[in-house]
């Protein structure tokens, strides 16, 4: 693959992601969060009540943010953290009626970003970039899987 200089896929994902982190930066604080919390409670509302381990494992932080992270998800009264019954060393986060109130709030915020950089491309071909956005996502966890 032909890079032309500095103008690599890897380089325009990582401007994406900067810039997706100051519009949460700006649009989250209204429901008590930042762009540090958000894909934990993203991943909770898709499946409620994982480990801690599995949230650090699915987002690809270390186990020292997921537990910042979940921290202030809890003071808000967001999440709650309780022992596994079948194993007291394991947490699980699971979301409170609080959390659930916000929930069509939190997805407008997101929902909103992907409409802004998708702007002026045709559904179909946005269709196209997602399937492509989700293979390389599956390279990058394979290859990182190996460490």
Same mark, same amino acid.
């Not at 998800?73 to 007291?88: A, T």
């Given at each position: ?8 896929? @890897?380089?325009?994902?990582?401007? %994406?992601? $900067? ?10 604080? !209204? +429901? ?16 409620? @009540?994982?480990?801690?381990?599995? %949230?650090? $494992? ?10 910042? !992270? +979940? ?77």
């Amino acid at each position: 693959m032909e890079t032309k200089g500095r103008q690599t896929i @890897g380089r325009y994902i990582n401007m %994406l992601f $900067r810039m997706a982190s100051l519009y949460l930066g700006q649009e989250l604080p !209204a +429901l008590h969060m930042g762009s540090g919390q958000y894909i934990f409670l993203a991943e909770l509302f898709d499946r409620d @009540g994982q480990s801690q381990d599995e %949230l650090t $494992r699915r987002v690809y932080v270390d186990k020292a943010n997921t537990a910042r !992270a +979940l921290s202030k998800l809890e003071k808000f009264g967001y999440i709650r953290r309780v022992s596994d019954p079948d194993d007291q060393r394991v947490k699980r986060a699971y979301l409170e009626p609080a959390a659930m109130e916000i929930e069509d709030d939190f997805w407008k915020i997101i929902t909103r970003w992907s409409e802004i950089i998708a702007k002026d491309i045709p559904p179909e071909r946005q269709e196209l970039l997602l399937s492509e956005l989700k293979k390389m996502a599956e390279n990058a966890a394979q290859y990182l899987d190996r460490y």
